[in-house]
């Protein structure tokens, strides 16, 4: 099995791999020395890494992807809002400001991930010092929903959107102060069913 050479995540995807099954290898997709028909399974964790498949294995069968239209959706925080909200999750979406704000409320990036690039915004001032000292051209304004857990599934599913595995993770957050510039949430994450696309199960 190829993983991404991304090192803090390796040790955790092992303790959910079956040592006596599987042999997990971490690897940059990239390196034209790595033969990736040699791997049963191929597991991309970045979006680089889904570039790299189409460039060297297009028409593989050891790997799941996403076609380009879906990740591109995917990868734009409006873009996938405004899905959410056109087909019947609009509830579940924290209101976007284009005018008006409530505060607190959240500058976030368009594309961006683990709370980097999103400051929780208290006051007007703090407003006017970020917009200063970052500029907004690819920031928006977004509801600010306070609370220590956020709930997160991961679906995986085949051709038809037969859903094959579905877990459901709890990740602890811990709010830091805007001016810190630093992530919003933790990485403190417990599952509450993992996949068991390799775990021990048979």
Same mark, same amino acid.
């Given at each position: 099995?190829?993983?991404?050479?991304?090192?803090?995540?390796?040790?955790?995807?092992?303790?959910?791999?079956?040592?006596?099954?599987?042999?997990?290898?971490?690897?940059?997709?990239?390196?034209?020395?790595?033969? %990736?028909?040699?791997?049963? $399974?191929?597991? /991309?964790? +970045?979006?680089?890494?889904? #570039? !790299?498949?189409?460039?060297?294995?297009?028409?593989?069968?050891?790997?799941?992807?996403?076609?380009?239209?879906?990740?591109?959706?995917?990868?734009?925080?409006?873009?996938?809002?405004?899905?959410?909200?056109?087909?019947?999750?609009?509830?579940?979406?924290?209101?976007?400001?284009?005018?008006?704000?409530?505060?607190?409320?959240?500058?976030?990036?368009?594309?961006?991930?683990?709370? %980097?690039?999103?400051?929780? $915004?208290?006051? /007007?001032? +703090?407003?006017?010092?970020? #917009? !200063?000292?970052?500029?907004?051209?690819?920031?928006?304004?977004?509801?600010?929903?306070?609370?220590?857990?956020?709930?997160?599934?991961?679906?995986?599913?085949?051709?038809?959107?037969?859903?094959?595995?579905?877990?459901?993770?709890?990740?602890?957050?811990?709010?830091?102060?805007?001016?810190?510039?630093?992530?919003?949430?933790?990485?403190?994450?417990?599952?509450?069913?993992?996949?068991?696309?390799?775990?021990?199960?048979?």
């Amino acid at each position: 099995m190829l993983f991404t050479a991304k090192g803090d995540w390796a040790q955790r995807i092992r303790e959910f791999i079956d040592p006596a099954r599987f042999q997990a290898v971490f690897h940059n997709f990239d390196d034209p020395a790595l033969a %990736l028909n040699r791997f049963d $399974i191929i597991v /991309p964790l +970045e979006l680089l890494d889904y #570039e !790299a498949l189409r460039r060297r294995h297009r028409g593989g069968t050891n790997y799941l992807m996403p076609d380009e239209k879906t990740i591109a959706l995917a990868h734009d925080k409006i873009r996938f809002n405004d899905f959410l909200m056109a087909n019947g999750f609009g509830r579940f979406v924290p209101q976007i400001y284009n005018g008006e704000v409530a505060y607190p409320f959240v500058y976030k990036k368009r594309q961006g991930s683990w709370g %980097l690039d999103a400051d929780i $915004i208290h006051t /007007p001032q +703090e407003k006017e010092a970020f #917009e !200063a000292q970052t500029g907004t051209s690819v920031y928006f304004k977004q509801e600010y929903v306070g609370g220590r857990i956020e709930y997160v599934t991961h679906a995986f599913a085949v051709k038809g959107g037969r859903v094959i595995s579905s877990p459901m993770n709890t990740v602890s957050t811990m709010i830091i102060s805007s001016r810190a510039r630093k992530p919003i949430t933790s990485r403190t994450a417990k599952s509450r069913r993992r996949s068991w696309m390799f775990s021990r199960r048979s």
